[in-house]
């Protein structure tokens, strides 16, 4: 199979190819070349792939192709500059838990190094405001965690993840960390140094181009990543509707488990963890062994080949089915579809996600989205 990352980074960048029918076509012509030379015709002999984005991705190759290389040639020279680098699903150090997730990200801009022992991931996730009993809670678990042969994934956000990246470097762990922005836009700006400590210790990774800004529409991705990496994911406190929920509701999604700490029942807060053991979709978690016991028939001693739950069949939420009968073939924006649902954009997005995953809507600049 012939992978140009340069070709990969261009294919990747036309509006409405996903990582979805990009990883098809990629396997359909056995690599990127073939591809830049296909004909209408062959293109629609890939899997999955409908006739718009056939025809977006041949007017790409014959139209733009040059601008369009150059631009993927600037996006390598940015990441070379950043000190960083690209992992194709292709290459051996691509990370063997996100490759066993359904759909998994075609590249990733990679600052610092993947390691076969992050197998034995678990993602720590929680509030931006986190409590004195959740930043004592993310201390003591994380630093359980790692000195049990854990590698921490969280996502570089005030709070919670801040915590739990800094408590594993302190505990000379391994930590990866993913954003939802360019690996060259850090955020939030005081987390800097941190980032440049976790790509000396573990991993900064963004599936999102050099320069990408931290919008909101980027982060349900975000956390699709970082509970993919991961053998499962421990959320320690959280609203009902943190950032939190989202990426354990995608965790759950890929099959894997969730874990929740309870919070105390006098908190005078929503409790998100609560509401996830409440309703079955977290497991009760009092202890580090609770995570382990559940882990450990999955997960080897050190290295590659984890034994993961494979991915559940893709089937339609009552949610999607309710953001799908809303979107029309033109495009729509987010907004407006968050209005009609009588759900806040957050979730939609979330939704919205999972749709594009199966191919059933595609995503367009400026926050627009439209049925494929």
């Known amino acids: 199979m012939e992978i140009e990352n340069r070709e990969l980074l261009f294919l990747g960048l036309i509006p409405g190819v996903g990582p979805a029918r990009l990883n098809s076509m990629v396997r359909h012509f056995r690599g990127t070349r073939g591809i830049l030379r296909a004909s209408l015709h062959e293109l629609h002999q890939v899997e999955a792939m409908d006739r718009r984005t056939a025809d977006s991705v041949l007017r790409a190759v014959r139209d733009h192709s040059h601008e369009g290389l150059r631009t993927a040639e600037r996006q390598i020279g940015k990441l070379a500059a950043a000190d960083g680098k690209l992992v194709t699903l292709w290459d051996e150090d691509y990370p063997e838990n996100l490759r066993c997730a359904s759909h998994p990200p075609t590249f990733l801009f990679v600052r610092g190094e993947f390691a076969t022992s992050d197998v034995r991931a678990v993602a720590v996730v929680g509030t931006r405001r986190p409590t004195e009993y959740g930043r004592r809670l993310t201390g003591e678990f994380t630093r359980a965690l790692v000195q049990s042969g854990f590698c921490i994934v969280s996502g570089l956000a005030r709070g919670i993840d801040t915590l739990a990246h800094t408590t594993a470097l302190e505990c000379g762990g391994r930590t990866i960390a993913v954003i939802g922005s360019g690996i060259d836009v850090v955020y939030p700006p005081e987390n ?173 600049p400026g926050k627009l989205f439209q049925k494929t």
């Open 192 to 364: 800097r140094p941190l980032a440049r400590s976790i790509a000396g210790r573990g991993a900064l990774v963004s599936e999102f181009p050099m320069g990408t800004q931290p919008d909101a529409v980027n982060f349900p991705r975000r956390n699709r990543v970082i509970s993919g990496l991961s053998a499962g994911t421990l959320v320690i406190e959280t609203g009902v509707r943190g950032g939190a929920m989202i990426t354990a509701s995608i965790a759950l999604e890929q099959n894997r488990e969730v874990f929740a700490l309870p919070s105390p029942l006098d908190s005078g807060k929503e409790s998100g963890t609560n509401l996830l053991i409440k309703e079955g979709r977290a497991k009760l978690t009092e202890s580090i062994d609770d995570i382990i016991a559940e882990l450990s028939p999955h997960l080897p001693e050190n290295g590659h080949n984890p034994i993961l739950p494979p991915a559940a069949p893709p089937t339609l939420t009552l949610f999607e089915q309710k953001v799908l009968e809303i979107i029309p073939r033109e495009p729509i924006h987010i907004d407006r579809i968050a209005t009609s649902a009588g759900m806040p954009a957050h979730e939609v997005l979330v939704e919205l996600l999972g749709l594009e995953l199966k191919g059933l809507v595609r995503p367009l």
